[in-house]
T-cell receptor, first 118, second 113 residues
């Protein structure tokens, strides 16, 4: 059982370049999300999805795009990288998200992508 | 919007001592989570707390939830070096139009001999 798989593990970009961070889960989870982690700021939600074809913004969505064409995949796109996007990015998924759900699973996190923008 | 505050941000404690990490949140949360993160690693789920008065224990860690006070605590009993890590609490809120998990800034725990 692979869980949540993120690629790449490390990436260096130059300002203005674009790239896609990949995230895949094999647990048939409805809910998927992207967080960025910066020193002293905890984890901040970028975008999330409650199912294929449905996405929404989190706390810090600017500069990032997402799509969810399948249950398994939730890629994060940086269209024009900026130094402020230097961070560690985590993808996470969960079986349930609805209020009152009897199956209250935690978010399962991938191993992260360390991105540096110069 | 849910806001989550943890304190302390940094905690240095001796092996064998007890201590508590506090997590306050600003509005009603559906669930409260505790995670552990080792340096350079991903986050590992420790506890999920659903209702008022919920208490869960795993080894030397015990988490509790007081929804009326909007407070969760993570109590460490007789700390050992292996517990050194950063601990995050996070609150889940599903409003029907948005479903988000909001994290506190984390508590870095250092257990010394």
């Amino acid at each position: 059982n692979a869980g949540v798989t993120q690629t790449p593990k490390f990436q260096v970009l130059k300002t203005g370049q674009s790239m896609t961070l990949q995230c895949a889960q094999d647990m048939n989870h409805e809910y998927m999300s992207w967080y960025r982690q910066d020193p002293g700021m905890g984890l901040r939600l970028i975008h999330y999805s409650v199912g294929a074809g449905i996405t929404d913004q989190g706390e810090v969505p600017n500069g990032y795009n997402v799509s969810r064409s399948t249950t398994e995949d939730f890629p994060l796109r940086l269209l024009s990288a900026a130094p402020s996007q230097t961070s560690v990015y985590f993808c996470a998924s969960s079986y349930s998200y609805r209020r009152g759900s009897s199956y209250n699973s935690p978010l399962h996190f991938g191993n992260g992508t360390r991105l540096t923008v110069t | 919007e849910l806001k989550v505050e943890q304190n302390p941000l940094f905690l240095s404690m001796q092996e064998g001592k007890n201590y508590t990490i506090y997590c306050n949140y600003s509005t009603t949360s559906d669930r409260l989570y505790w995670y552990r993160q080792d340096p350079g690693k991903s986050l590992e789920s420790l506890f999920v707390l659903l209702s008022n008065g919920a208490v869960k224990q795993e080894g030397r860690l015990m988490a509790s939830l007081d929804t009326k006070a909007r407070l969760s605590t993570l109590h460490i009993t007789a700390a050992v070096h292996d517990l050194s890590a950063t601990y995050f609490c996070a609150g889940w809120l599903d409003t029907g139009t948005a479903s988000k998990l909001t994290f506190g800034t984390g508590t870095r725990l250092q257990v010394t001999l």
